[in-house]
């Protein structure tokens, strides 16, 4: 879109500004500074510090911030009634800021400080001001940031950044005249707010009013990517002394803009624990011995060269690199002769993957996370995204704001919820009646997309005919939703373009996941929804780099590029990649591995950055089957639940200590860089993957080094074709990339599908329950969820005290009629129990979760959540069915 420049006069000289833009922001880009404190290029301009007055010819004085630029302007930033005003203003705002400037955050990079330079302050004028005397007010309560309301310039920035960015709403004006105040609803602790501790607020603060607890001026930074969930948000360590000292986010990046949550902003301190692994540990008479790297290389070369072939398993990472899950599945086919080798995908996208490369032949998200905003209607189902994703949170809530309607299904009242026009609150496991009874009505109503469906999918009428069986009496009595809600949504979805659609483990972990997967694929395809802007359908991978790890082969069935492994014509082509025959069965899978090993089947297993006993569903069956296996080597950052376990642990570097590559969940591929040298004996993990083939006798690993093995995968993965190191520089691309002078794709299925004719395939379905529902032995129904201040099993989260503290103990979520009909209060010890097993925690009563439904989430390992979770599979992705299953609570004594 092209915008028109407009000339303007600022201080005698010819400035050009594009057409909307306001008089501060053309001042800013012409190099003349106008002081001001309340203005933030990410904000609305208020106006409230009335410091940006300038002079325009015909006008007088007006806000630059709130002035737009018109063609033939004279603008005057230096008037003598402009300055006098400006200067009065700043002097009541200094003479009531407390604090001593040198020993402030705020020193050097403070506004009110550079414009009480650039303006000039009269030492005798000040001191014939009455100061107001401080208030000693610090609200220290948030374990990363204190408020200290004595350096606060009632600005508004804070609260207006919670609203406008955050979209959280923490914070607002309290006593609206002297002394006003920036305060949380009912002056409560910020900690005991709604604050979402992102610290959005502290980095835009022009002050040191809020302010870090922990500060240091970094002596260096280093651009890399967030080890946490699949957004990929570009981020700057701050370097000193070698030691992460701060953490920024990057502005420049598409991705999250420089927004960060507070994971990504303050969960870094598990790479200086104590806990961390820090030489090679070789188990002898049961206990962990420190080894040297040869005696633990030579031990696991020999020890694994006695299991080649299918009595051999390796588990690879979603928190790898793809360079590393590259070579963790080439050594597992080449070295030792097997397609058994898997990632936690298994236990999250699985479905998807399956399920999409049906229907559209690609199972990853079809458009990218900017696009959100633009939409006219967002379905939000089975994803928490402002826990599990919080800067793809802040883009919905965006759009939004932006004007569009946001429909949430979850079984929960979600935080997302509170944004939404339509809520959908259906049983845990009725996606498909859900999805099925808004198309019935689409259809019905004539609302889908008949050209689209003619011109670019097939299968239709099969489909068609397969909604006979979801009238809406059926699919109320199926979900729990009333039916007029079902229509309201689905007029809502077919109606509004573009429209996208977000899923995550809510719709995949299901026993019947991969038929959750095709009704979203129907209902994006019915209503022409996929291949345009704004629109598409969209699963939020989990981890940092479980899109990657899936690209990478790190799949039983599948080499890099999602290539079959039983296809002969990828068969011989990687055959003759790599030097060595292969084996062209596919592997198992994850959930298959475990069985595998207690029957004997698999003898000795390589886990890499993995945690199974705590992750895996029904884990007790973990538990056995490793305890089977004749040797076990487990590669790790910290001596984990499962490590534990193992024969030889092998200490891994974290992504701060290594080069290499992510993918993110729209398929962006970005630079991971070293930032520091790996704790103690740490190694890089394709390192030790390499040095273990190497001593195997394998050809084929002589380098680890990152760049070259990103050359080979380019060599043998089509959609990686294009990607070289330098063609990520600076913001990464997306695949499919096949070619060196190729953009990259930010949308999927623009002009065809990836399928053998280029059209999408519509998939007819039926209702299928959860494996396992109620009865009256184990009357409710446990389903999980994810905590905003952890991830996956807390193995790096538990270690940052600040997130340990905002959440430090699993919680039963449990509504207060359930609770009050078996006499449970509120922080009462409980133990839950289901077929399976059993845990003790707190009861918590809220109205978050239904009657009948309680949930807990799978981040703490004095309270395992697994070992209560069904591992029903779904029979066509074998991702278990952690999702639904059936539970009794019974008192527990005393307080958890």
């Known amino acids: 879109m092209n915008v028109e420049n407009l000339s303007l006069q600022i201080d005698s000289r010819v400035v050009e500004a594009p057409a909307g833009s306001n008089l501060l922001q053309a001042a800013s880009a012409a190099g003349v500074y106008i002081p001001h404190l309340c203005h933030h290029p990410d904000l609305k301009p208020v106006g409230a510090c009335r410091l940006c007055l300038v002079d325009v010819e015909g006008r007088g004085a007006v806000l630059a911030c709130r002035t737009p630029v018109e063609g033939g302007m004279v603008v005057r930033t230096d008037h003598p009634e402009v300055e006098f005003a400006r200067r009065v203003t700043l002097e009541l705002l200094i003479v009531n800021h407390h604090g001593d400037c ?43 940031f204190t408020l200290d309301h004595d350096k606060c310039v009632l600005c508004g920035i804070c609260i207006r950044t919670c609203n406008e960015v ?42 040191g009013s809020l302010a870090p607890k922990r500060f240091e001026r970094p002596a260096r930074e280093v651009r890399t990517i967030c080890p946490y969930c699949g957004t990929g948000c570009a981020v700057h360590l701050g370097l000193r002394g070698g030691r992460i000292v701060s953490v920024r986010g990057d502005r420049n990046s598409p991705v999250n803009r420089g927004r960060l949550c507070v994971k990504g902003r303050y969960g870094y301190d598990f790479i200086h624990h104590p806990d961390r692994l820090t030489t090679p540990l070789i188990k002898r008479n049961g206990q962990f011995e420190e080894a040297t790297w040869d005696e633990a290389l030579d031990l696991v070369a020999r020890r694994l060269a006695a299991h080649r072939g299918d009595r051999f398993a390796a588990m690879s990472s979603a928190r790898c690199t793809n360079e590393e899950n590259y070579v963790i599945q080439k050594f597992a086919r080449t070295v030792m002769g097997t397609n058994n080798v898997d990632h936690c995908a298994r236990l999250c996208h699985a479905p998807t993957v399956a399920g999409l490369a049906q229907t559209l032949g690609s199972g990853a998200m079809t458009n990218t996370i900017g696009e959100f905003p633009d939409a006219a209607c967002i379905l939000a189902i089975g994803t928490n995204t402002t826990a599990a994703h919080p800067v793809i949170g802040f883009r919905l809530k965006e759009a939004v704001g932006r004007g569009a309607v946001l429909i949430v299904a979850n079984p929960k009242e979600i935080d997302l919820a509170r944004h939404a026009a339509v809520r959908l609150q259906h049983r845990p496991g009725s996606d498909v009646a859900l999805l099925m009874g808004m198309m019935r009505v689409i259809v019905d109503e004539e609302l ?80 022409g929804n996929v291949g345009r802007p704004s629109s598409g359908i969209n699963p939020l991978r989990g981890q940092n780099n479980v899109q990657g790890a899936c690209d990478m082969g790190a799949l039983p069935n599948v080499y890099p590029g999602y290539q079959k492994v039983n296809d002969p014509a990828v068969y011989t082509k990687f055959q003759a990649a790599w030097g060595t025959e292969l084996n062209d069965r596919p592997g198992l899978a994850l959930t298959e591995m475990f069985h595998a090993m207690s029957a004997g089947q698999i003898r000795a297993l390589y886990a890499v950055g993995e945690n199974p006993v705590l992750s895996e569903a029904d884990s007790t069956h973990v538990l056995a089957g490793l305890a089977r296996l004749e040797f076990f080597v487990c590669q790790d950052i910290f001596l984990t639940e499962t490590a534990r376990l193992a024969d030889v642990v092998l200490p891994a570097a974290t992504f701060a200590e290594k080069d290499g590559t992510f993918t993110n969940t729209e398929r962006r591929v970005q630079r991971v860089r070293q930032a520091l040298e790996p704790v103690g004996q740490a190694k890089p993990d394709a390192w030790i993957v390499s040095q273990i083939a190497q001593r195997m006798g394998a050809a084929g690993f002589e380098s680890s080094d990152p760049r070259r093995i990103m050359a080979e995968i380019a060599a043998v993965t089509p959609s990686y074709g294009g990607i070289s190191y330098d063609r990520l520089e600076p913001d990464g691309l997306h695949w499919p990339c096949p070619t060196l002078d190729h953009p990259g794709t930010p949308i999927l299925h623009t002009q065809r599908f990836n399928t053998a004719d280029g059209k999408a395939r519509f998939m007819p379905l039926q209702y299928k329950p959860p494996a396992e529902l109620p009865d009256s032995e184990y009357p409710l129904l446990l389903t999980t969820d994810r905590s905003l201040y952890h991830w996956h099993t807390s193995t790096m989260t538990l270690r940052v005290d600040g997130l340990k503290q905002l959440n430090d103990r699993e919680l039963l979520k449990i509504h207060p009629g359930d609770a009050s009909r078996q006499g449970i209060r509120d922080g009462e010890t409980v133990n839950v129990l289901s077929r399976r097993g059993k845990v003790q925690v707190e009861a918590r009563l809220t109205e978050a979760c239904p009657p009948g439904v309680v949930s807990l989430t799978f981040h703490f390992p004095d309270a395992p959540t697994n070992v209560l979770t069904h591992a029903a599979l779904d029979p066509s992705s074998k991702i278990p069915e952690t999702k639904v299953c059936a539970v009794r609570i019974e008192k527990g004594s005393g307080k958890a």
Do not use: W
């Open 102 to 144: 040198l020993s402030c955050v705020g020193n050097q990079d403070c506004q009110l400080q550079e414009a009480a330079a650039r303006v000039g302050v009269d030492p005798e004028r000040l001191a014939r001001l009455r100061r107001s005397a401080p208030s000693g007010e610090i609200d220290a309560s948030n374990p990363f």
């Open 166 to 207: 955050a979209g959280v709403d923490a914070l607002e004006f309290a006593f609206r005249a002297h002394p006003m105040r920036v305060s949380t609803f009912g002056r409560k602790p910020i900690v005991e707010s709604r604050c979402e501790s992102c610290g959005e607020c502290v980095v835009r603060c022009p002050v």
């Open 448 to 527: 889908l997309d008949s050209e689209f469906i003619a011109e670019r999918c097939v299968d239709f009428e099969a489909f068609r005919r397969s909604l006979d069986g979801f009238d809406l009496p059926r699919v109320e009595r199926l979900t729990g939703v009333p039916a007029q809600a079902v229509s309201d949504a689905a007029r809502t979805y077919a109606t509004r373009k573009p429209a996208a659609i977000l899923f995550a483990m809510g719709i995949t972990q299901h026993s019947h996941g991969t038929d959750n997967v095709l009704a979203i694929s129907n209902l994006a395809l019915l209503t």
